[in-house]
């Protein structure tokens, strides 16, 4: 099998990766418009096999027997896109208990838009989860807002957000340890939304979702959700 065409975006000469040259496959054809991928409307370049795990000798001919840890590279474990997810039960409950957090903690209501306003889109995000022997855990799915839509001054203003040093944790730990202490971790679930936003942010209603007879209608975030500029620091 003669491997795939390489495509160059606007005709640009292959860039370079590590003093290698980098070649771009052609877009496969299949569910080419599902993908969801942040590329501010520039073509999608997809890499080579070669360029991710190496040369095959010959090149394009050879078998591969790719070892655990280069198939993550390659890994179709996670859904891409809603249309991928949609239709496998265990990322059907996973959006359906991302929901739920989200109307349990009042994050939004249901509006019209008002006039001269725009919503900014969702997206679902997918991560399989897994133990220390490498099986399934978790199918975790994550509702987030397609940040880079909003605009300063309109969607957020101030962004700062204090962030603990990993030094301040090793001196935690350490002072534990020398005086006996007890250690307990704790994992908030769904952070982000527990930080009510001062903005006036308006989002999409999000895939597979869609209020029965108010297809037209937007929410209105009281609270924070991943992915947008200002949710760390609320």
Request: hydrophobic share 40%.
């Amino acid at each position: 099998m003669s491997p795939p065409s390489v495509h160059y975006s606007g005709g640009a000469a292959p860039i370079e990766d590590g003093g290698e040259e980098v070649e771009f496959a052609t877009p496969p054809s299949v569910h080419i418009d599902h993908l969801d991928a942040n590329h501010d409307d520039a073509p999608l370049r997809f890499r080579k096999i070669d360029n991710i795990v190496g040369l095959a000798l010959p090149r394009g001919l050879a078998s591969r027997a790719l070892i655990a840890e280069e198939l993550h590279a390659v890994s179709s474990d996670e859904p891409v896109s809603f249309v991928e997810a949609e239709g496998h039960p265990s990322w059907r409950k996973a959006m359906e208990e991302e929901m739920a957090s989200i109307e349990e903690n009042h994050t939004w209501s249901l509006v019209d838009l008002p006039h001269g306003r725009r919503a900014i889109g969702l997206k679902w995000v997918y991560k399989v989860k897994r133990d220390e022997n490498g099986a399934v855990a978790k199918y975790k799915a994550r509702l987030v807002v397609k940040g880079y839509a909003q605009r300063q001054g309109i969607d957020y203003d101030e962004v700062f957000a204090p962030v603990v040093r990993l030094d301040t944790v090793r001196l935690l730990i350490a002072l534990a340890a020398h005086e006996g202490w007890e250690v307990h971790h704790m994992d908030v679930k769904s952070a982000f939304l527990n930080g009510d936003l001062k903005e006036e942010v308006y989002v999409e209603q999000p895939a597979g979702f869609i209020s029965t007879g108010n297809k037209h209608k937007v929410f209105k975030l009281k609270k924070a959700l991943y992915g947008l500029h200002q949710a760390p620091r609320a």
